[in-house]
Nanobody
Framework: QVQLVESGGGLVQAGGSLRLSCAASGGTFSNYAMGWFRQAPGKEREFVSAISRGGGTTVYADSVKGRFTISRDNAKNTVYLQMNNLKPEDTAVYYC?????????????????WGQGTQVTVSS
């Protein structure tokens, strides 16, 4: 059983930056591709970004490409999401996710473990 704990969310003005962290425990971190998803009020949870087990492959949703960067430190069992040039439409609860099967095709139905989420609010 893998436990995922996100941190780093908060309130930021449009154009600002935040870095989310997700610490994993209870399993072999390097066995999982890791991802970030988000869910805004009244909307479905959507894919944001994913990174492969070794970190050599990254995938981004078109809406965040060029603004967000995913990375991981397998020695620290942690995955990060650096978010720059934030926009009000980025406001959502952000969830960390672990996937044993896929990086490029990661989706809500492929995830093995979810974190509890961290709120990101971007004011205009």
């Amino acid at each position: 059983q893998v436990q995922l704990v996100e941190s780093g969310g908060g309130l930021v003005q449009a154009g600002g930056s935040l870095r989310l962290s997700c610490a994993a425990s209870g399993g072999t971190f390097s066995n999982y591709a890791m991802g970030w998803f988000r869910q805004a009020p009244g909307k479905e949870r959507e894919f944001v970004s994913a990174i492969s087990r070794g970190g050599g492959t990254t995938v981004y949703a078109d809406s965040v490409k060029g603004r967000f960067t995913i990375s991981r430190d397998n020695a620290k069992n942690t995955v990060y999401l650096q978010m720059n040039n934030l926009k009000p439409e980025d406001t959502a609860v952000y969830y960390c996710a672990a996937d044993s099967a896929t990086t490029r095709n990661m989706g809500v139905n492929t995830i093995d473990y979810w974190g509890q989420g961290t709120q990101v609010t971007v004011s205009s």
